[in-house]
């Protein structure tokens, strides 16, 4: 139903804020009036994952630690569930690659940014208690690093901004993104290509070439209406053609069959993102060709 990504300096308080967000939420969902369709609020993080600060202190850990943290996530979402991810995210690529896939579920999403002063988080880190504090050196890389959200991106809208001096997160308009907000369809770089068969080349080759065949032996030169019987690899298929009131030479056909063959081979090639499927029989490419076929001819 929706992500909630939130992100600040690493030791800036994160935790804390995604566990208010995560109980003003519930509290939410306990209210009697609420009808909708979410049923659960589920908090990831490194800690879930139990991935160790140690993770951040080179690229090499680093990169395999974030693609279990983003794979975590997608086997998480879903229409029914908030998914508050709790972690640095300070990439603003890795936000956008979160968001598309928030697109990809067609959730709604918000960034929750949280800040606090770069001499408080040292601070934090070095009074930690839990053993989950970063290395001094890696903490003064990850703030070097950090790549603040912005309002103005639309992977990072609608961001909702908690200093550390304040006692929670605005929570009725974070509810209202989640559960009013717009939401965005899939990006058309995140949709999977459907393939065609391995025999639609084949098969789009072969009949239209059938078609041509027996338009040629069959046409009489007075136009209108001419039934073709065409023979194809899977046995004899019937269909009608218009034609103009004249002979239509073999060369107009051939040219036009080429044409045919050009525009619908990068489709079967490369696969296609056509909302439904795509049907690549050897009837429904004849009933595609007989209609280019009479769109192009001239009378």
């Given at each position: 139903?929706?992500?909630?990504?939130?992100?600040?300096?690493?030791?800036?308080?994160?935790?804390?804020?995604?566990?208010?967000?995560?109980?003003?939420?519930?509290?939410?969902?306990?209210?009697?009036?609420?009808?909708?369709?979410?049923?659960?609020?589920?908090?990831?993080?490194?800690?879930?994952?139990?991935?160790?600060?140690?993770?951040?202190?080179?690229?090499?850990?680093?990169?395999?630690?974030?693609?279990?943290?983003?794979?975590?996530?997608?086997?998480?979402?879903?229409?029914?569930?908030?998914?508050?991810?709790?972690?640095?995210?300070?990439?603003?690529?890795?936000?956008?690659?979160?968001?598309?896939?928030?697109?990809?579920?067609?959730?709604?999403?918000?960034?929750?940014?949280?800040?606090?002063?770069?001499?408080q988080c040292r601070d934090w880190n070095t009074t930690r208690q839990d053993g989950h504090a970063y290395a001094p050196e890696t903490l003064e890389n990850l703030i070097f690093r950090y790549?603040?959200?912005?309002?103005?991106?639309?992977?990072?809208?609608?961001?909702?901004?908690?200093?550390?001096?304040?006692?929670?997160?605005?929570?009725?308009?974070?509810?209202?993104?989640?559960?009013?907000?717009?939401?965005?369809?899939?990006?058309?770089?995140?949709?999977?290509?459907?393939?065609?068969?391995?025999?639609?080349?084949?098969?789009?080759?072969?009949?239209?070439?059938?078609?041509?065949?027996?338009?040629?032996?069959?046409?009489?030169?007075?136009?209108?209406?001419?039934?073709?019987?065409?023979?194809?690899?899977?046995?004899?298929?019937?269909?009608?053609?218009?034609?103009?009131?004249?002979?239509?030479t073999l060369s107009e056909l051939q040219r036009l069959k080429r044409q045919f063959v050009t525009v619908h081979k990068k489709a079967i090639t490369l696969g296609t993102t056509e909302k439904g499927a795509v049907d690549w029989g050897e009837e429904s490419i004849a009933i595609k060709?007989?209609?280019?076929?009479?769109?192009?001819?001239?009378?």
């Open positions: 139903m929706a992500l909630v990504t939130i992100s600040g300096f690493p030791c800036s308080g994160k935790t804390k804020r995604a566990e208010q967000i995560r109980s003003g939420l519930e509290d939410h969902l306990k209210n009697d009036n609420y009808q909708g369709p979410i049923s659960k609020i589920t908090v990831l993080s490194d800690d879930v994952l139990s991935l160790d600060r140690s993770v951040y202190d080179d690229s090499r850990s680093e990169k395999p630690a974030r693609g279990a943290l983003f794979t975590a996530m997608q086997r998480q979402m879903a229409l029914d569930t908030i998914l508050i991810v709790d972690a640095p995210n300070y990439i603003k690529g890795f936000r956008y690659q979160m968001y598309c896939a928030a697109r990809e579920m067609k959730l709604r999403v918000c960034t929750v940014y949280v800040v606090a002063l770069k001499e790549e603040e959200p912005s309002s103005m991106v639309r992977w990072d809208s609608p961001l909702f901004t908690v200093l550390w001096n304040e006692d929670a997160p605005p929570m009725p308009l974070i509810w209202d993104a989640l559960t009013k907000g717009n939401i965005k369809p899939p990006n058309s770089g995140t949709l999977s290509v459907v393939k065609a068969p391995t025999d639609a080349l084949q098969a789009l080759e072969q009949t239209s070439a059938s078609i041509v065949s027996a338009i040629v032996a069959d046409q009489t030169g007075l136009g209108g209406q001419q039934n073709l019987m065409i023979s194809t690899p899977s046995g004899a298929l019937k269909t009608s053609i218009s034609l103009p009131t004249r002979n239509v060709f007989v209609t280019y076929l009479q769109e192009h001819m001239k009378s």
